[in-house]
């Protein structure tokens, strides 16, 4: 139904800050909530933030609120996820994920509620 792809990735010093993307194709003519999530080496997947097709409602993983801002912009079809403060421990891999009917912190913080995942980009941060 919607295709997403990540972007914006690269290798930083910590400090520093970066601008992921994540644009959305296919069947977007339906609301849908934005996930992102991470997953660093010999760690399971995580939950970063997420944000309602309005934007109204924003949520954010304890480790990195306050540095991180999400957004949308749906006349774009585009989801960004502001990373500010870089630390090596936000090195990961960046995944974006739409779901539809989802609605609340618990359900969209927690991966199985999303239906469609990007491939992911690489966020390295050096100390």
């Known amino acids: 139904q919607v295709q997403l792809v990540e972007s914006g990735g690269g290798l930083v010093q910590a400090g520093d800050s970066l601008r992921l993307s994540c644009a959305a194709s296919g069947r977007t003519s339906r609301s849908y909530a934005i996930g992102w999530f991470r997953q660093a080496p010999g760690k399971e997947r995580e939950f970063v933030s997420a944000?309602?097709?309005?934007?109204?409602?924003?949520y954010y993983a304890d480790s990195v609120k306050g540095r991180f801002t999400i957004s949308r912009d749906n006349a774009e079809n585009a989801v960004y996820l502001q990373m500010n403060t870089l630390k090596p421990e936000d090195t990961a891999v960046y995944y974006c994920?739409?779901?539809?009917?989802?609605?609340?912190?618990?359900?969209?913080?927690?991966?199985?509620?999303?239906?469609?995942w990007g491939q992911g980009t690489q966020v390295t941060v050096s100390s």
């Open positions: 944000i309602t097709w309005s934007g109204g409602s924003k």
């Open positions: 994920a739409a779901t539809y009917g989802t609605y609340g912190v618990s359900g969209l913080s927690g991966a199985g509620s999303y239906g469609y």
